[in-house]
C-alpha cells in the first residue's frame, strides 16, 4: 500500500486521514477562564472524537491509539484528566468527581466542541459516560474501553478506603499489566516496559495524584443512574472489554451494557490495559463497528458529510480553535501490523444476547 503525505492544506479544505495510516498529533496546554491549566493533544480532520485517559497514566501514553483513529474520518482531541500529565488538580476541597467532570466540559467549551464521540479507557470511560449524562445533547456516539463502572465494580469501590485492599488493588493492576502480551514484538517490549515502569516510579514518589482519582471515584455516585440517562435518551453506547480483565470485571461491562442498551465487544484473551499494546485492533473494531451501523445513524450521516473550517457545524463552534490546533494531516506510517496473531480476537454481541457464562461469577458484595 502507497502511503500518501499530506502535509498542507489546499485552498483551506480539511483533509482526512486516508485510510490505513497514523497521523501526527501537536501538543498544547490551554487554560481555562478560570485559569485551570489542561493538557491537550490534537490530531487529524473531521468529526470530533474526544479521549480520555486511565487512571494514574496521561495522553501521551495513549499516543499510539489515537494517531490510529483520524484515519476513520475523526479529528481527536486527548485530553489529560485533572491532577495527571499537564492538566492541573481541583481545587482543595472540591476534588469530587463531579467537578471533574465539569472541568472537562469546561474543556469541550474552550476547544469549541459542541458534540464528539466520547471514548474512554477504564476511569476515562466513567469520564465518557458521566459526561454524557450530565450534558447529553453534547454526546454523538460513546464508546467505552474497560470502563471503571458497571454494578460490581461501583459495589467494590470501598476497597480504596481500606489500604490493604488499596494495595491488592494496585497489584492486580500491574499483574494486568504485564501479562497482556499480544500485539507486542521487537522494540515494542523495550517501549512498554519502559513507559510504564517511568509511570510506576513516578506514581511511587508521587502518589498523591492517583490516590485521589481513585477517593473521587469511590466517592461518587453510582452510575447506574448515568447509564440510565444514556439509555433514557437513546444515545449510542459501544463497550469494548477484556474478559480476563483483572480490575474492572466482565461482569461490570455487562451490568453497564444492559442499562445503557448498548453493544458489547469481548475480547477472550484480553486484560484491563490490551489496548496499549495492540491500539490498531481498538481500530479495527471501530471499523467493523461503524461498518455494521452500530454506532449511530447519525455518526455514520456525519462521517458521510465533510467538515471544514468555513463549515463547521453542528459538530463545532464558530471559528472553533480545536480547528487551529490540529496541524495539517501529516502521515506518519502504517496504521495495522500485517501480523495476524498480533491482533486481539473479538466477539460483537447485540444488546441482550449476552451469553450466561459472562454472568458466572458473582460480584462482590454492595458497601
Known amino acids: 500500500m502507497d502511503i500518501p503525505n499530506l ?20 501538543h498544547h496546554r490551554i487554560r481555562l477562564p478560570g485559569g485551570h491549566r489542561v493538557g491537550v493533544s490534537v490530531g487529524g480532520r473531521g468529526i470530533p472524537l474526544v479521549f480520555f485517559h486511565g487512571i494514574g497514566l496521561n495522553r501521551h501514553v495513549y499516543l499510539r491509539l489515537v494517531n490510529r483513529l483520524p484515519q476513520l ?101 500491574l499483574v494486568d499489566l504485564f501479562r497482556d502480551r499480544v500485539g507486542l514484538r521487537g522494540n515494542d517490549h523495550l517501549w512498554h516496559t519502559r513507559t510504564f515502569v517511568g509511570i510506576l516510579a513516578r506514581t511511587a514518589v508521587r502518589p498523591g495524584p492517583l490516590l485521589a482519582a481513585a477517593r473521587a471515584i469511590a466517592a461518587s455516585e453510582r452510575c447506574n443512574r448515568a447509564l440510565g440517562i444514556l439509555a433514557e435518551h437513546s444515545t449510542p453506547v459501544a463497550i469494548v472489554h477484556g474478559e480476563k480483565d483483572m480490575l474492572v470485571s466482565l461482569e461490570s461491562a455487562v451490568s453497564a451494557a444492559r442499562l445503557c442498551g448498548g453493544t458489547l465487544v469481548t475480547l477472550p484473551d484480553a486484560y484491563h490495559s490490551w ?37 463547521p457545524d453542528p459538530w463545532y463552534a464558530p471559528n472553533s480553535p480545536v480547528l487551529s ?42 458497601r
Open 7 to 26: 502535509s498542507a492544506e489546499a485552498g483551506g479544505a480539511s483533509f482526512v486521514a486516508p485510510p490505513g495510516v497514523r497521523v501526527q498529533f501537536e
Open 275 to 311: 489496548v496499549l499494546s495492540t491500539p490498531w485492533t481498538f481500530s479495527a473494531i471501530v471499523r467493523q463497528l461503524l461498518s455494521e451501523h452500530r454506532l449511530g445513524i447519525e455518526l455514520d450521516h456525519a462521517l458521510a458529510s465533510k467538515v471544514t473550517r468555513s463549515t
Open 325 to 366: 490546533m490540529a496541524a495539517p494531516v501529516r502521515v506518519l506510517g502504517r496504521a495495522e501490523p500485517t501480523g495476524t496473531h498480533l491482533y486481539h480476537q473479538f466477539k460483537i454481541w447485540d444488546a441482550g444476547s449476552f451469553p450466561k457464562r459472562f454472568e458466572s461469577r458473582q460480584p462482590l458484595p454492595p
Open 73 to 173: 474520518g475523526f479529528l481527536v482531541a486527548a485530553i489529560d484528566a485533572p491532577g495527571h500529565g499537564d492538566t492541573h488538580a481541583p481545587a482543595r476541597g472540591h476534588d469530587t468527581f463531579e467537578e471533574r467532570v465539569a472541568i472537562t466540559e469546561q474543556v469541550l467549551d474552550s476547544l469549541g466542541i459542541r458534540r464528539a464521540v466520547l471514548v474512554g479507557h477504564s476511569m476515562g470511560g466513567r469520564t465518557a459516560a458521566e459526561l454524557a449524562a450530565r450534558r447529553p445533547e453534547r454526546a454523538l456516539t460513546i464508546i467505552l474501553i474497560d470502563p471503571a463502572l458497571g454494578e460490581a465494580f461501583d459495589a467494590s469501590r470501598s476497597r480504596v478506603s481500606s489500604p490493604t485492599k488499596m494495595g491488592l488493588g494496585l497489584a492486580a493492576g
